[in-house]
T-cell receptor, first 113, second 113 residues
């Protein structure tokens, strides 16, 4: 049983397209996150949801829109994709208190051509 | 502002040699500290964490880390490195008052036969 699953694992698309990445966790965690990992491996928080409520919204272009239909799911929709959006996007989940650490998904490698 | 510094971008060690990866943090409150490992093409896996108590913590895969408050450090160690330890290692800091983790830029570990 995969604890945090992301789909798709790879996504190649043209500039200007709209795409979505889905994330699901079966750990019973109440907080979920999206992180972006750039080509230099730097991990940067994008969004965080706690029980379907947006609690962290870092400086991210508004072309990126997260949606959490329930606390087990957090999706990321990206409009008008740009070359600079190419990266690996990680979903993670945790209990509310970060003491427990995160459980990460295996990532979605997005390539915009 | 909170920050995590991993001074070494890339380290190469011989198989069987000892390893120490450095991590320094800047945080106003009592931090939670984590080490994660990322194998190529994979998500991040939690190696170990510290939040209070004994300053030497044991993790999975034979890793340990020592919290030194006076030096604001949380260095990761392993007495004998195996070829399968080659990966990217991330230090992260969090706190009870802050939901998200802040990650260092990572240290890439290469292992020579």
């Amino acid at each position: 049983d995969t604890a945090v699953s992301q789909t798709p694992k790879y996504l190649v698309t043209q500039m200007g397209n709209d795409k979505s990445i889905k994330c699901e966790q079966n750990l019973g965690h109440d907080t979920m996150y999206w992180y972006k990992q750039d080509s230099k491996k730097f991990l940067k928080i994008m969004f965080s949801y706690n029980n379907k409520e947006l609690i962290i919204n870092e400086t991210v272009p508004n072309r990126f829109s997260p949606k959490s239909p329930d606390k087990a799911h957090l999706n990321l929709h990206i409009n008008s994709l740009e070359l600079g959006d190419s990266a690996v996007y990680f979903c993670a989940s945790s209990q509310t208190d970060s003491y427990y650490g995160y459980t990460f998904g295996s990532g979605t490698r997005l390539t915009v051509v | 502002a909170q920050s995590v510094t991993q001074p070494d971008i890339h380290i190469t060690v011989s198989e069987g040699a000892s390893l120490e990866l450095r991590c320094n943090y800047s945080y106003g409150a009592t931090p939670y500290l984590f080490w994660y490992v990322q194998s190529p093409g994979q998500g991040l896996q939690l190696l170990l964490k510290y939040f209070s108590g004994d300053t030497l913590v044991q993790g999975i895969k034979g890793f340990e880390a020592e919290f030194k408050r006076s030096q604001s450090s949380f260095n990761l160690r392993k007495p004998s490195v195996h070829w399968s330890d080659a990966a990217e290692y991330f230090c992260a800091v969090g706190a009870r008052s802050q939901g998200n983790l802040i990650f260092g830029k990572g240290t890439k570990l290469s292992v020579k036969p």
